[in-house]
């Protein structure tokens, strides 16, 4: 089992900035991608940004120059900063953890922190 933490959410003008924190505890896997998906009122979550436990890093196209992913492997943790910020970023913010479990990855998730951007 995989517990995350996340923090770091709140409400910000246009043009602001935050930046997101999410812990891993527990059972960890030396192979796995931890990222942030977030989903808005009436819409489907989507992928915003992950980091494999290789360093690789990967973004959605319309956070990319905005938002940076990264982690310390040592604390098990994932940053999110995130700049520039519009009210189209508004939406709850999921810590994901992806592992392998045989020939599939398989998720652990937070609980979700909320971010508002006020226009």
């Known amino acids: 089992q995989v517990h995350l933490v996340e923090s770091g959410g709140g409400l910000v003008q246009a043009g602001g900035s935050l930046r997101l924190s999410c812990a891993a505890s527990g059972n960890m896997f030396s192979i796995n991608v931890m990222g942030w998906y977030r989903q808005a009122p009436g819409r489907q979550r989507e992928v915003v940004a992950a980091t494999t436990s290789g360093g690789s890093t990967n973004y959605a196209e319309h956070v990319k120059g905005r938002f940076t992913i990264s982690r310390d492997n040592a604390k098990n943790t994932v940053y999110l900063p995130m700049n520039s910020l519009s009210s189209e970023d508004t939406a709850v913010y999921y810590c994901?953890?992806?592992?392998?479990?045989?020939?599939?990855?398989?998720?652990?998730w937070g609980q979700g922190t909320q971010v508002t951007v006020s226009s």
């Open positions: 994901n953890y992806k592992y392998l479990c045989g020939t599939k990855w398989c998720d652990y």
